[in-house]
């Protein structure tokens, strides 16, 4: 059975940190690309960031560069997002999903590109 769990999110407060944390099991993690998503209420999934499956390449979407950064442990079958200086705009549920190279493209976002998602976890930044 494949599945992915998110945890980490809370609440925050603005300028705050969180590391969202992705385990994976049922397959292994080094052959999916991974990517992080997420969802405001009354608004579309939008991407975050993805990593590649091979070389460790990363994207971020332009809102949270140089705020957050993704990173991966193969040994651990784990992906992490690190979110710093949060601001109440990038409250959401965020999502990890796993997609196959070859299919998804970092960068586009594309939803459909990803075979399988985690249930979320909220992430709330407020004072």
């Known amino acids: 059975q494949l599945q992915l769990v998110e945890s980490g999110g809370g609440l925050v407060q603005p300028g705050g940190s969180l590391r969202l944390s992705c385990v994976v099991s049922?397959?292994?993690?080094?052959?999916?690309?991974i990517g992080w998503f997420r969802q405001a209420p009354g608004k579309e999934r939008e991407g975050v960031s993805c990593?590649?499956?091979?070389?460790?390449?990363?994207a971020y979407a332009d809102s949270v560069k140089g705020r957050f950064t993704i990173s991966r442990d193969n040994a651990k079958n784990t992906v992490y997002l690190q979110t710093n200086s949060l601001k109440p705009e990038d409250t959401g549920v965020y999502y990890c999903?796993?997609?196959?190279?070859?299919?998804?493209?970092?960068?586009?976002?594309?939803?459909?590109?990803?075979?399988?998602w985690g249930q979320g976890t909220q992430v709330t930044v407020s004072s």
């Open positions: 049922g397959f292994p993690l080094e052959n999916y690309v």
């Open positions: 999903a796993a997609g196959q190279p070859g299919i998804v493209v970092l960068s586009t976002w594309d939803v459909l590109e990803y075979d399988y």
């Open positions: 990593i590649s499956s091979s070389d460790g390449n990363t």
